[in-house]
Nanobody, 127 residues
Framework: LQLVESGGGLVQPGGSLRLSCAAS????????IGWFRQAPGREREGVSC????????YYDDSVKGRFTISRDNAKNTTYLQMNSLKPEDTAVYYC?????????????????????WGQGTQVTVSS
């Protein structure tokens, strides 16, 4: 089971980026794919998660209305569209996968459910 993130980079405040998470070694049926981020000196936090089975989603309050998570099961890829980026969004972004065992929100808030992680991609929001 492998997850590979891409799409990070340097962007000015107010700009946009789209992150991709390509999964291999398993199919996305009945999985939850999550995007997490970790800024220097801070705990890793759940940003957004999506269920591959019914498309239910969760967003942290800090990104609601700005970020959109989506999936393409045919491509085994999950995306995180990030708009109106702020300097406080600067972090390493990780995608992770877990079997669906409870609600998407519960799983996203408690990252311990996720056992498979990508290597991370840096997002820097700065002028």
């Amino acid at each position: 089971l492998q997850l590979v993130e891409s799409g990070g980079g340097l962007v000015q405040p107010g700009g946009s980026l789209r992150l991709s998470c390509a999964a291999s070694g398993f199919t996305l049926d009945y999985y939850v794919i999550g995007w997490f981020r970790q800024a220097p000196g801070r705990e890793r936090e759940g940003v957004s998660c999506i269920s591959s089975s019914d498309g239910s989603t969760y967003y942290d309050d800090s990104v609601k209305g700005r970020f959109t998570i989506s999936r393409d099961n045919a491509k085994n890829t999950t995306y995180l569209q990030m708009n109106s980026l702020k300097p406080e969004d600067t972090a390493v972004y990780y995608c992770a996968a877990a079997g669906l065992v409870t609600t998407v929100q519960t799983m996203c808030v408690a990252r311990a459910y996720f056992g498979s992680w990508g290597q991370g991609t840096q997002v820097t929001v700065s002028s």
